[in-house]
């Protein structure tokens, strides 16, 4: 089971509104809106899927890393501690 598993209809919800801002930013362009506000609605969809990363690297620690931790794989803990500050460094970089 992965650590999302429980929110996974939440998530394809969120995603689901961030495919429509998206789709909004294409119509923005295609309208020939304001660069500013076309610039404005694309910090929001960044900011949404920032989110969406936010929450699944929680669930990704409060699951998968304790779930490992608790079983006593402590190798397999350590993994899953790089893997998620990786992602941690990825986000911080975007």
Not at 27 to 40: G, N
Not at 60 to 85: F, L, P, Y
Request: aromatic share 4%.
């Amino acid at each position: 089971m992965r650590g999302y598993t429980l929110n996974k209809d939440e998530y394809l919800n969120r995603l689901a509104r961030i495919e429509g801002q998206v789709r909004g930013l294409q119509r923005m362009i295609s309208d020939d809106t304001y660069c500013i506000d076309v610039l404005t609605q694309v910090n929001a969809a960044s900011s949404a899927l920032r989110a969406v990363a936010v929450g699944l690297l929680d669930e990704h620690v409060r699951h998968c890393v304790q779930e490992a931790s608790v079983a006593g794989d402590a190798a397999s803990a350590d993994r899953m501690i790089a893997e998620a500050t990786r992602a941690i460094e990825r986000l911080v970089r975007s």
